[in-house]
């Protein structure tokens, strides 16, 4: 660039003008700030803060009417700020830390002192972790009036949760002290943990973890070299309130859900009970069970191996882990896919030989060619293989394989072969085999013999509970359904999310539905009906009964059933693992359920009584 | 005379001493501050104070190469350094990691590295190297239009990662175009520096008090005009109404143009929020921790303010606080004392300069230097809103270390060249 004019050059002083300027400035400030004002070194002098969290009261958990089913119980965890400690232990040697006198107010050994000491030092030397949590009432009445002479502890209220009716241990899952994965994870998102915090282990107080468990709240205080609070620092400018967790009320039915363990103890399976019109979870039981409160408090580490180590496998949700082999409850879904297909239609006969039927032998007596009506009633092996074959095997589909898909797209869209996703943590697919899986089986050849037994609900077709029960829901509304959720509503006017009040068509007719629906009747209310022996007079019930062969055992005892007819209140699957046919467990249990929930009461004392002392023996029983 | 004699004999022994004076003056506060017990050695690599000394030897070493190298290589190559920087601009904002709000890292294996930092430096080189041309004039429109967009393109891409920290710096360079002659430029400067006054007093009393105070201007000025008979009344009328428009319009802009954290820092720096659990928090406590220091410190790894977890970003943005705390006013003041001499020492070495390349260099690293120093101790003290850049020389970090040496060193190298230039 050509120089131009030389007089640019005195421009170097405006620009050195203002560094100085602005030097001078801050000079200045500095000044008043450091040497002039001596409100800053006051503040400092009382600067010894503490962050005292305040956590929220978690939201309790209240049934479809109201009734109290989880609450909060304080207790005290004593924290530790090891730098307070040490700079105590440093400064103050006329009052020397007596480790020996701590120790044995708490009930420990040097060895633990030590160990707990360290811990709390590798998460931080300034902040505050916890040294020992839940102290008992008693040991924190002792120790609180001592505190002061053990500088950098103090302790923190908190709340556990209690169960007042001790039922529905896997729905309403647990709380716990927050693991090293849980809090990696966290960090790398929210970053709301602290270590030592709780969080929803399972259940309910997993899926609703957010909502239950409030925001922290903080509280900032000063305190002195004795480690005393000095009051609230800034007067409370910095301190946080706590916001308490939301309420949430269950779909569940308490009373139903209490009466359904009770009719499964000594059997393991399980029971879904669901209200048709919304989805919500009415029963939710699993079998063997347990005590929610035992995993509350300080024996929740014992009691937790306890009941994982039990050969039963109690912590298991069966209603969603259980993966089983429907039987001839799954004939439903055949029949309306075969009708919704025009494979069948209600007229269509089926030869039936009976015990010499082929390719699948029958095990129910009755006339040699039933249509669907009679068919159903009576669970005709026969008639259901020949309309599942008819049904892949149909023209329109232009080839067996095709024709398999359309079936296993139907099955998709009835709730099986994936989960539901609302808000059941743990939650299995179950399986309905895919085209390539019989094609690599195979080699690439097979046909609607080979793959016979799904049209029966046995081979590889696995269903859980929860899946068998929505599909009892799918009948009784003559269609639709919505994915089956725990919960009902918030305290507040939050709403719940999308996905449970999502209508979901399978895209069956109605009107294949309701044949359906009048063939489920006949199972009770038929000459020939599986579960006739369960008929009420007042109630009109309609079911399907399943005994399913298994590599366990004897039969899964399966029942699917829904009341009453029109307009039904509840959808219900009943699975009793090895329990033999369905009509002799599963299909009483069910009816009780059923007469339970629509009447309040049940009036079958013999039978109630039959069910709830049967026992049913186990090969891993000890 | 050896190569290495030469170049030892003739750099500025004053800008040396000062760099190396506050770069330890930083490297013991980062040790103060971070201090640990369980990690007492200043040369403990684990720690951060550690970790600096070694970032301190890399950009010793490197500023040594560089005043190895032959003076012409950075007027050379000035703008293939400015494109290699622009293309890291570019790859932060494409494979970038967030820090803090801003997308501004890149790592190579365990190698964190932020381009910004060296952008700045880049673009310092480029523009010193294009205003070198023989046939570049800053009076050409085609020729202001280029030495703008050099400035812009850079201080965009740091806007897009979200860096509006860095961004500012790169008004710096108004100082050096306002050296150079570049037409407006001073005007520039005036109307800024009457925008903020503006900006500020609309916040702190309201439009309508603003209104009343430039009506009653308007007015004297009217009334001088025609009592003087003075030309340009028009024009002063103009400026008026520009006045009127901007300060109608800050409230608007306060709003919606600046996003919330902003808009909150700007009202507690004029004590119009006090908002003392989020940016009043960092503020109030970096005065205590200033404050307590008193006139002369509570002396070295005595400060309990900033040993205490109370000032957030206590080795990086907030290292002055240290300083103050633990040295007192008297730190303090030799501190800001260093930051002015090494300032105007780069503006008098600059003026001595027979390339235009080397002037324009030093006015603009002066520039930087000075922006980065005004707003990290301002902010400090409370005299400027809370915005997230290094103190030079003093603050951890491997990126701005390694930037601000080189900076200094190229200019530095430059001058002890001056002499060979004809």
Same mark, same amino acid.
């Given at each position: 660039?050509r120089?131009k004019?030389?007089?640019?050059?005195?421009?170097?002083?405006?620009?050195i003008?203002?560094?100085?300027?602005?030097g001078? +400035?801050?000079?200045?400030?500095?000044f008043?700030l450091?040497?002039v004002?001596r409100?800053?070194?006051?503040?400092?002098?009382?600067? +010894?803060?503490?962050?005292?969290?305040?956590?929220? +009261?978690?939201?309790?958990?209240f049934?479809?009417?109201?009734?109290l089913?989880?609450?909060n119980?304080?207790v005290y965890d004593l924290?530790v700020?090891?730098?307070?400690?040490?700079?105590?232990i440093?400064?103050?040697?006329?009052?020397?830390?007596?480790?020996?006198?701590f120790?044995?107010?708490?009930?420990i050994?040097?060895?633990?002192?030590?160990?707990r000491?360290?811990?709390?030092?590798?998460?931080?030397?300034l902040?505050?972790?916890?040294?020992m949590?839940?102290? @008992?009432?008693?040991?924190?009445?002792?120790i609180?009036?001592?505190l002061?002479r053990?500088?950098?502890?103090?302790?923190?209220?908190?709340?556990?949760r209690?169960?007042?009716?001790?039922?529905?241990?896997?729905?309403?899952g647990?709380i716990g002290e927050?693991?090293?994965?849980?809090?990696?994870?966290d960090k790398?998102?929210?970053?709301?943990?602290r270590?030592?915090?709780?969080?929803?282990k399972?259940?309910i107080?997993?899926?609703?973890?957010?909502?239950?468990?409030?925001?922290?709240?903080?509280?900032v205080?000063?305190v002195?070299?004795?480690?005393?609070?000095m009051? @609230?620092y800034?007067?409370?400018?910095?301190?946080?309130? =706590?916001?308490?967790g939301?309420?949430i009320?269950?779909?569940?039915d308490a009373?139903?859900?209490?009466?359904?363990?009770r009719?499964?103890?000594?059997?393991?399976?399980?029971?879904?009970?669901?209200?048709?019109?919304?989805?919500?979870i009415l029963?939710?039981?699993?079998?063997?069970?347990?005590?929610?409160?035992?995993?509350?408090?300080?024996?929740?580490g014992k009691?937790?191996?306890?009941?994982?180590d039990?050969?039963?496998?109690?912590?298991?949700?069966?209603?969603?882990?259980?993966?089983?082999?429907?039987?001839?409850?799954?004939?439903?879904v055949?029949?309306l896919?075969?009708?919704?297909s025009?494979?069948i239609?209600?007229?269509?006969?089926?030869?039936?030989?009976g015990?010499?039927?082929?390719?699948?032998k029958?095990?129910?007596?009755h006339?040699?060619?039933?249509?669907f009506a009679?068919?159903?009633?009576?669970?005709c092996?026969?008639?259901?293989?020949?309309?599942?074959?008819?049904t892949i095997?149909?023209?329109?589909f232009?080839?067996?394989?095709?024709?398999y898909?359309?079936?296993?797209?139907?099955?998709?869209k009835?709730?099986?072969?994936?989960?539901?996703d609302?808000?059941?943590?743990?939650e299995?697919s179950?399986?309905?085999?895919?085209?390539?899986?019989?094609?690599?089986?195979?080699?690439?050849?097979?046909?609607?013999?080979?793959i016979? @037994?799904?049209g029966?609900?046995?081979?590889e077709?696995?269903?859980?509970?929860?899946?068998?029960?929505?599909?009892?829901?799918i009948?009784?509304?003559?269609g639709?359904?919505y =994915?089956p959720?725990?919960i009902?509503?918030?305290?507040?006017?939050?709403?719940?999310?999308?996905?449970?009040?999502?209508?979901?068509?399978?895209?069956i007719?109605p009107?294949?539905?309701r044949?359906m629906?009048r063939g489920?009747?006949?199972?009770?209310?038929?000459?020939h009906?599986?579960?006739?022996?369960?008929?009420l007079?007042?109630?009109?019930?309609c079911g399907?009964?399943?005994?399913?062969?298994?590599?366990h055992?004897?039969?899964?005892?399966?029942?699917i059933a829904?009341?009453?007819?029109?307009n039904?209140?509840?959808?219900i +699957?009943?699975?009793?693992e090895?329990?033999?046919?369905?009509a002799?467990?599963?299909? =009483?249990?069910?009816?009780l359920?059923?007469e339970?929930y629509?009447?309040?009461?049940?009036?079958r004392?013999?039978?109630?009584?039959?069910?709830?002392?049967g026992?049913? @023996?186990?090969?891993?029983?000890? | 005379?050896?190569?290495?004699?030469?170049i030892?004999?003739?750099?500025?022994?004053?800008?040396?001493?000062i760099?190396l004076?506050l770069?330890?003056?930083?490297?013991?506060?980062?040790?103060s501050?971070?201090y640990?017990?369980m990690?007492p050695?200043?040369?403990?690599?684990?720690?951060?104070?550690?970790?600096?000394?070694?970032?301190?030897?890399a950009?010793l070493?490197i500023?040594?190469?560089?005043l190895?190298?032959?003076?012409?290589?950075?007027n050379?190559?000035?703008?293939?350094?400015?494109?290699?920087?622009?293309?890291?601009?570019?790859?932060?904002?494409?494979?970038?990691?967030a820090?803090?709000?801003?997308?501004?890292w890149?790592?190579?294996?365990?190698?964190?590295?932020?381009?910004?930092?060296?952008?700045?430096m880049?673009?310092?080189?480029?523009l010193?190297g294009?205003?070198?041309?023989?046939?570049?004039?800053l009076?050409?429109?085609?020729?202001?239009?280029v030495?703008?967009?050099?400035?812009?393109?850079?201080m965009?891409l740091?806007?897009l990662q979200?860096?509006?920290?860095?961004?500012?710096?790169?008004?710096?360079?108004?100082?050096?175009?306002?050296?150079?002659?570049?037409?407006?430029?001073?005007?520039?400067?005036?109307?800024?520096?009457?925008?903020?006054?503006?900006f500020?007093?609309t916040?702190?009393?309201?439009?309508?008090v603003?209104y009343?105070?430039?009506?009653?201007?308007?007015?004297?000025?009217?009334?001088?005009?025609?009592?003087?008979?003075?030309?340009?009344?028009?024009?002063m009328?103009a400026?008026?109404?520009f006045?009127?428009?901007?300060v109608f319009?800050?409230?608007?802009?306060?709003?919606?143009?600046?996003q919330?954290?902003?808009?909150?820092?700007?009202?507690?720096?004029l004590?119009?929020?006090?908002?003392?659990?989020?940016?009043?928090?960092?503020?109030?406590q970096?005065?205590i921790a200033?404050?307590s220091?008193?006139?002369?410190g509570?002396?070295?790894?005595?400060?309990?303010?900033?040993?205490?977890?109370?000032?957030?970003?206590?080795?990086t943005?907030?290292?002055?606080c240290?300083?103050?705390?633990?040295?007192?006013?008297?730190?303090t003041?030799?501190?800001?004392?260093?930051?002015?001499?090494?300032?105007?020492?780069?503006?008098?070495?600059a003026e001595?300069?027979r390339?235009?390349?080397?002037r324009?260099?030093?006015y603009?690293?002066?520039?930087i230097?000075?922006?980065?120093?005004?707003?990290n101790?301002?902010?400090?003290i409370?005299l400027?809103?809370?915005?997230?850049?290094?103190?030079?020389?003093?603050?951890?970090?491997g990126?701005?270390?390694?930037?601000?040496?080189?900076?200094?060193?190229?200019?530095?190298?430059?001058?002890?060249?001056r002499?060979n230039i004809?």
């Amino acid at each position: 660039m050509r120089t131009k004019n030389n007089n640019l050059s005195t421009r170097k002083l405006l620009i050195i003008g203002i560094f100085i300027a602005v030097g001078v +400035a801050f000079v200045m400030k500095l000044f008043a700030l450091q040497v002039v004002d001596r409100d800053y070194k006051e503040k400092a002098d009382n600067n +010894a803060l503490r962050f005292v969290t305040q956590y929220p +009261a978690r939201g309790k958990v209240f049934d479809r009417n109201g009734e109290l089913l989880v609450f909060n119980e304080a207790v005290y965890d004593l924290m530790v700020v090891p730098k307070q400690l040490s700079d105590a232990i440093r400064k103050d040697t006329l009052n020397p830390f007596d480790t020996l006198m701590f120790c044995r107010l708490l009930e420990i050994d040097k060895e633990s002192f030590i160990e707990r000491m360290n811990k709390a030092k590798n998460e931080s030397m300034l902040k505050p972790s916890p040294f020992m949590t839940q102290v @008992s009432k008693e040991n924190y009445a002792h120790i609180a009036e001592v505190l002061y002479r053990f500088p950098g502890f103090y302790f923190q209220t908190r709340t556990v949760r209690h169960y007042p009716n001790s039922i529905a241990a896997h729905t309403l899952g647990d709380i716990g002290e927050i693991s090293k994965t849980e809090l990696d994870k966290d960090k790398e998102g929210e970053g709301y943990y602290r270590q030592g915090d709780y969080i929803g282990k399972s259940g309910i107080e997993k899926s609703y973890e957010k909502e239950l468990r409030g925001v922290k709240g903080l509280k900032v205080m000063m305190v002195d070299v004795h480690n005393r609070e000095m009051g @609230s620092y800034m007067d409370g400018a910095l301190d946080k309130e =706590p916001v308490a967790g939301k309420d949430i009320y269950l779909g569940m039915d308490a009373e139903l859900q209490a009466y359904g363990e009770r009719l499964m103890v000594g059997k393991i399976g399980s029971i879904v009970a669901v209200e048709p019109s919304t989805g919500q979870i009415l029963a939710f039981v699993t079998s063997p069970t347990y005590d929610p409160n035992l995993l509350v408090g300080r024996e929740r580490g014992k009691h937790y191996q306890e009941l994982k180590d039990d050969p039963m496998k109690p912590l298991i949700n069966r209603a969603i882990s259980g993966t089983y082999p429907p039987g001839s409850t799954f004939k439903t879904v055949v029949g309306l896919i075969a009708m919704q297909s025009g494979s069948i239609t209600p007229a269509t006969c089926f030869h039936c030989s009976g015990q010499g039927s082929l390719p699948i032998k029958c095990t129910h007596s009755h006339g040699s060619s039933p249509d669907f009506a009679n068919a159903i009633m009576n669970s005709c092996n026969p008639y259901f293989y020949e309309s599942f074959k008819a049904t892949i095997n149909n023209p329109k589909f232009g080839g067996i394989k095709e024709g398999y898909q359309y079936w296993k797209d139907m099955t998709y869209k009835m709730g099986l072969g994936h989960k539901f996703d609302t808000d059941i943590p743990a939650e299995r697919s179950g399986n309905i085999p895919s085209r390539e899986y019989y094609d690599k089986m195979y080699g690439g050849q097979w046909n609607s013999v080979t793959i016979r @037994s799904l049209g029966i609900g046995q081979g590889e077709v696995l269903v859980t509970p929860l899946q068998l029960a929505n599909i009892a829901a799918i009948i009784a509304n003559e269609g639709y359904y919505y =994915p089956p959720h725990l919960i009902k509503c918030f305290g507040d006017t939050t709403a719940i999310p999308e996905v449970m009040t999502t209508k979901m068509d399978p895209g069956i007719d109605p009107k294949h539905v309701r044949v359906m629906k009048r063939g489920l009747r006949t199972v009770f209310s038929g000459p020939h009906g599986t579960a006739r022996r369960y008929e009420l007079k007042d109630i009109p019930q309609c079911g399907k009964t399943g005994t399913a062969q298994n590599p366990h055992g004897n039969y899964h005892s399966n029942f699917i059933a829904f009341a009453p007819e029109e307009n039904p209140k509840i959808a219900i +699957a009943v699975i009793i693992e090895n329990g033999g046919y369905g009509a002799t467990w599963a299909a =009483p249990i069910a009816s009780l359920m059923i007469e339970k929930y629509i009447r309040g009461y049940t009036v079958r004392e013999d039978l109630e009584k039959r069910i709830m002392e049967g026992r049913i @023996s186990y090969k891993n029983e000890r | 005379m050896s190569e290495r004699n030469s170049i030892i004999g003739k750099i500025d022994w004053v800008t040396v001493l000062i760099y190396l004076a506050l770069v330890i003056i930083g490297w013991f506060s980062i040790f103060s501050a971070k201090y640990d017990e369980m990690h007492p050695s200043i040369f403990d690599l684990s720690q951060v104070y550690g970790k600096q000394l070694i970032w301190i030897g890399a950009s010793l070493l490197i500023g040594f190469v560089i005043l190895l190298i032959d003076a012409k290589f950075f007027n050379a190559f000035s703008l293939w350094f400015y494109i290699f920087f622009l293309v890291a601009l570019l790859a932060v904002l494409v494979y970038g990691k967030a820090t803090k709000g801003a997308t501004s890292w890149i790592e190579f294996g365990p190698i964190k590295f932020q381009p910004s930092e060296f952008a700045k430096m880049a673009t310092a080189l480029a523009l010193a190297g294009y205003l070198d041309r023989l046939d570049v004039d800053l009076q050409k429109r085609k020729d202001q239009i280029v030495a703008a967009v050099l400035i812009l393109i850079p201080m965009a891409l740091v806007l897009l990662q979200n860096d509006t920290g860095s961004a500012i710096v790169f008004v710096s360079f108004i100082f050096v175009l306002y050296r150079e002659g570049f037409p407006g430029a001073g005007w520039a400067m005036t109307a800024g520096a009457t925008a903020i006054l503006l900006f500020v007093c609309t916040l702190l009393w309201s439009q309508k008090v603003m209104y009343i105070i430039l009506g009653s201007l308007l007015v004297l000025s009217v009334v001088y005009y025609i009592v003087t008979k003075k030309k340009g009344i028009v024009k002063m009328l103009a400026v008026f109404a520009f006045m009127f428009v901007f300060v109608f319009s800050v409230d608007y802009a306060f709003h919606k143009v600046l996003q919330q954290h902003q808009q909150n820092r700007i009202l507690v720096m004029l004590g119009k929020l006090d908002d003392p659990q989020g940016v009043g928090y960092n503020v109030h406590q970096s005065k205590i921790a200033i404050g307590s220091g008193g006139f002369t410190g509570k002396g070295f790894l005595q400060g309990t303010q900033t040993k205490y977890d109370f000032v957030p970003e206590q080795h990086t943005d907030f290292i002055f606080c240290t300083v103050g705390e633990e040295g007192g006013f008297v730190g303090t003041a030799v501190v800001v004392l260093l930051y002015v001499a090494l300032l105007v020492r780069i503006i008098i070495l600059a003026e001595r300069q027979r390339s235009t390349f080397s002037r324009v260099y030093g006015y603009a690293i002066a520039g930087i230097l000075f922006v980065h120093v005004a707003i990290n101790i301002g902010m400090t003290i409370g005299l400027v809103p809370v915005i997230g850049i290094p103190l030079p020389f003093l603050s951890y970090g491997g990126s701005s270390m390694l930037a601000f040496t080189m900076m200094l060193a190229i200019f530095v190298k430059q001058d002890a060249n001056r002499l060979n230039i004809l």
